[in-house]
Every structure is written in structure tokens, then in C-alpha cells.
């Protein structure tokens, strides 16, 4: 069975969505060099690890279990990318974007929507939200875990949607560094959100675990989408199952005040901009000749 989803030009060593995640990683330290970062820790971070994940993508070529191998990699390299964020951004020195989003919320809805949610807190529907918050990061290790233990052409479909959709997602982060309306403008609120114990662990798992200056697009967002999209055609039941917690990880974005009304725009326009191109690329890769 050929492994290999996305087209990609004779010769070229990598797919679509790993050029994309390469192509992240090779501007950072472009960027981090311009930046006057030449031997410091986090140049070298970035060098190492680019070039590790380089190294295991064209190392694993002819084998058997390569998509296996692969997937994992990129899933490695994403997560350390989100954690990288943290130290980039401040070596970038780029100036932080939240009244630029603010301005834009208040243009669209006349005030940043996690304003108007205020009305609808709850210490119960605080608790609850937090909850569905947090089955993000189960949810893609439960998908990325199925699909690496069992590949299938059906599953292998989803690496070029979801690394494609993290590396743009990236790239905003370090293009527009913000962390939220709750740390950035807290007069906005009239009072901290009500929540017993469970909004309190959750809330210190989420600042110890952020990479901090991951707000536009929002990635909870856009990640979520991809997956429920892959498991309405690929595993049904588990699409049902995970739904209701994944409606409320979308409200959840805003409400907790993690992110702007235009984090959560700009990541459902990239889930959408993704599904159109990729699905095109299929319909014209099954066209091709053989």
C-alpha cells in the first residue's frame, strides 16, 4: 500500500504537512538569527531539533512501519514546538498583540465576547467548561494513539490536515504573540470567574502547561475541528462520543478567557481554508493517471 497520501514532486523526501513543519522550524532560526541569536541555548534548541526530525524522516524511508514512524515524528516535533513558543517568542522581541485583538473584537461584536459571558457564569458551568477545556489534549492523544497503532490509508489521510493545521497555527503564534483577555485586560471583568476545586486544578494545569503566548488562532479551536472531522468519516462512534465535551471546549475558549471571538474565527476559517484544499488534492490525486 503506498504510504505516501499527499503528492509530492518525484525525489522530494518529504510530504506536504512535514515540509510545512520543516519550513516552520528553518524560519524560527532564520528569524532567531537575524534576531542576534546566533550561539545562545535557544538558537541551538531550535537547530537540534529541526534537524533531528529531519534526520528521522529521511532515515526511515524504505521501511515498512515508515508511516508509523513518521506520523509519531511530527507528532513530536508539534509538541515541542508548542512548548518552544515560550522561549522564542521573548527571543524574538516581538511586541505582544492583544489590544490589535481586542480592536478587532470590538469592531465585530462591539466588545470581546468573553465580556458578554459573564452574565452566564456559574461556579458548576465554570467547573464543567474547565472540564471540556482539558479533553483537548486527551482527545488528540487518544486519535494520534489509534491511528499510530493502527494505520490504515483511511487514518493516514489525517496526518497532512492535522501537522499542516499546527504548523500554520504556529506560525500565528510567533507572528502574533497575545496571551488572552483575562491576563491582558483583567478590568474588563467585573469579578474572577466563579469555580470550585476542579476550575482551580485545571487552571493551574493550563498556566503551568501554556506555552503562554498561544492565542491567535486558536488551536483548541481549529485541532478540535480536524479531529471530529476525521472521526465522522473514520470512526463514527467515537465522533458521538466525543461531540457534547468538544461543543463545550469551543465555548469554552471564550468563556474561560483564554482567547478573542477572532482566535476562535481565525481557527474555524483555517479548519475550513484545510478541508477544502486537502479535499481537493484527494479528488485530483484520484484523478491522476496510474
Given amino acids: 500500500m503506498d504510504n505516501d497520501v499527499v503528492v509530492t514532486p518525484r525525489g522530494f523526501p518529504f510530504q ?56 509519531l515524528a511530527s507528532y513530536v516535533f ?83 490536515l492535522l501537522f499542516t493545521g499546527f504548523a500554520l497555527g504556529f506560525a500565528g503564534y510567533l507572528l502574533v504573540p497575545a496571551v488572552g483577555p483575562s491576563l491582558s485586560y483583567p478590568e474588563l471583568f467585573q469579578e474572577p470567574l466563579p469555580g470550585g476545586t476542579t476550575t482551580r486544578l485545571i487552571a493551574e494545569v493550563v498556566t503551568t502547561g501554556s506555552s503562554r503566548y498561544d492565542v491567535f488562532p486558536s488551536l483548541h479551536f481549529l485541532i478540535t475541528c480536524i479531529l471530529l472531522n476525521y472521526d465522522w468519516y473514520r470512526f463514527r462512534r467515537r465522533f458521538w462520543i466525543m461531540l457534547v465535551p468538544s461543543a463545550g471546549l469551543l465555548v469554552s475558549t471564550v468563556y474561560l478567557r483564554y482567547h478573542y471571538g477572532v482566535d476562535a474565527i481565525a481557527g474555524l476559517i483555517l479548519f475550513l481554508a484545510l478541508r477544502q484544499t486537502f479535499s481537493q488534492i484527494e479528488r485530483t490525486r484520484t484523478k491522476l493517471p496510474e
Wanted: glycine letters at 8%; aromatic letters at 12%; charged letters at 15%.
Fill in 78 to 160: 508539534v509538541v515541542w514546538f508548542y512548548w518552544a513558543v515560550g522561549r522564542f517568542t521573548p527571543s524574538l522581541g516581538t511586541n505582544l498583540r492583544d489590544e490589535t485583538l481586542l480592536g478587532i473584537d470590538e469592531a465585530i461584536f462591539g466588545q470581546t465576547p468573553a465580556v458578554f459571558c459573564q452574565g452566564a457564569a456559574r461556579a458548576w458551568l465554570t467547573d464543567l467548561l474547565s472540564i471540556c477545556y482539558m479533553t483537548y489534549h486527551l482527545y488528540l492523544v487518544v486519535v494520534v494513539a489509534h491511528v499510530a497503532l493502527a494505520p490504515d490509508f483511511a487514518s493516514q489521510r489525517l496526518g497532512p
Fill in 16 to 71: 506536504g504537512h512535514e515540509a510545512a513543519l520543516l519550513t516552520l522550524g528553518i524560519a524560527t532560526i532564520v528569524a532567531l538569527l537575524v534576531k542576534g541569536q546566533v550561539f545562545g541555548p535557544v538558537i541551538l534548541e531550535a537547530v537540534g531539533a529541526t534537524l533531528l526530525y529531519a534526520w528521522v524522516l529521511l532515515s526511515c524511508r524504505g521501511r515498512t512501519d515508515k508511516f508509523r514512524i513518521r506520523f
